[in-house]
C-alpha cells in the first residue's frame, strides 16, 4: 500500500467503525420498538450486522484505494466509473449480511446456501436489495468525499509549503545580490590610484593594496550573512571611504564612530554601503572645495537611526532614486516591510542626509558578555 494512503486509511477506517456502531444501535432500537408493537424480527441481529460491516471493510479498502488511483479528471470519462466502484461496493452488502448471518449462525438455510440462493434470494427481494445498495453507495459517498476532501487539504498545503519555499530561495537569492553593493566603478578607481602610486610612493601604495585586500575580505564575509553588528558596518564604511581619502587627497574628510564604542546591535549587512557611495560620488560632484562625510549612529528605546551626510555644492540636484537608494529600500522592506525606512533629502547649510530607520535588534550575547565584564571588574575592585 502507497505511503500516501496511510491517512486514508486511517480515516476510511474511523468512518467505517462509525457507520457499523450507527448502524447496529440504529437497528437495535428499532427492532426493539417493534418487538413492543409485537412485530416479528424485521432486522438481521448484532452479532451478523457487524459480520456483514466486517466483511464489507477489505472490499471498502479496495474500491477508496482504486477510486483515488482512477481520479476524477476527465470528469466526463471518470465520473461514470467512479459511480460503477460506488455501486460495485453496494451491491455487496445483502451477500455480506447473509454471510454474517451464516457466521454468527442465525441462518436457518445455511446447508442450503450457495450462489444460486444468493441469486434468488436477489431476485425475491429486489426492493429490499435495491434500499441497501443505496443505503451503502450513500455512505461509500461520504468515504469518497472524506478521502477527496483531505487529499484536497494535503494538495493545498504541499502547494504552499512549495511556494513558501520558492519564495524564501528567491528572497535569499535576491538579498545575496542586494548585498554585494561595492560597485565595480569604484574599484577600478581604486586600482587606478595604487596603480598611479607605485612608482613615486611604493609604501603608500603598499598600504593601500593591504587595505584595499581587508574591504574585499569583509566584503565576501559579509555576502555570505544577512545580518552582522552595527560596529562591522561602520568599521567596513570607515575602510571603504579611508581608501576614497587616499584616492581624493585633500578633498575627502571623513567623520564615523568608533566601531568598538557602538551600541551591540545587529544591522542588514552592508546596509551602508550604498550611501556612502552616493556621498563620495555625488558630494565631490561639482563641488570644488572639501566636502565632509559624516557617518552617525542613535538608537532609542526599540528603533536604530544611522546616518550618512555629506556636504555638497549649492547646484547639487535632489537624488531621490537611483540604483544604490533603491536597493537599500528593497532590502529593508524584505527584512523589515514597514517597521524599517529610508529618507534621502536636503539636510540644509549644503548637507545632504540619508537616514535609515529600522527596527532596534538587541544582541543579546554582547550585552551579556559586556556585563559580565563590568561585573568582573567591579568585583576586583
Known sequence: MNSRFHVPFFIVTVFWVYVAVCDVLGANSTQTALTALHFSQVFAPSPAQLLQHLFLYPPLLGCVWGSTRLGWQPFARRFPLQVLLGIAFSALAIPCLVLGDIAAGDYAAAPQVSVASFAQAAAIEAPIWLSSVMKFLLNYAFAIALVAGFELYRTLRDEETHSAALERAFATARLASLRMQLSPHSLFNLLHTIQGQIEWDPGAARALVVRLGELLRRLLNASEREFWRLGD????????????????????????????????????????????ENAVVHGLAGHRAAVTITVQASASEDELTVRVVNTTSAEA?????????????????????????????????????????????????????????????????
Request: charged share 25%; glycine share 10%.
Open 317 to 381: 540636484r535632489p537624488r531621490t532614486g537611483g540604483i544604490g537608494l533603491n536597493n537599500v529600500r528593497d532590502r529593508l522592506a524584505i527584512h523589515f516591510e514597514e517597521r524599517a525606512s529610508l529618507r534621502a533629502a536636503p539636510g540644509g547649510a549644503g548637507q545632504w542626509v540619508a537616514e535609515i530607520r529600522l527596527p532596534l535588534l538587541i544582541d543579546v550575547g554582547a550585552q551579556a558578555a559586556q556585563l559580565g565584564g563590568t561585573d568582573a571588574q567591579r568585583d576586583a575592585c
Open 233 to 276: 558596518e561602520v568599521r567596513f564604511a570607515r575602510l571603504y571611504l579611508e581608501l576614497q581619502q587616499k584616492r581624493f587627497a585633500d578633498r575627502l574628510e571623513v567623520v564615523a564612530p568608533d566601531p568598538t564604542g557602538l551600541t551591540a546591535v545587529w544591522v542588514p549587512t552592508l546596509i551602508l554601503q550604498p550611501l556612502v
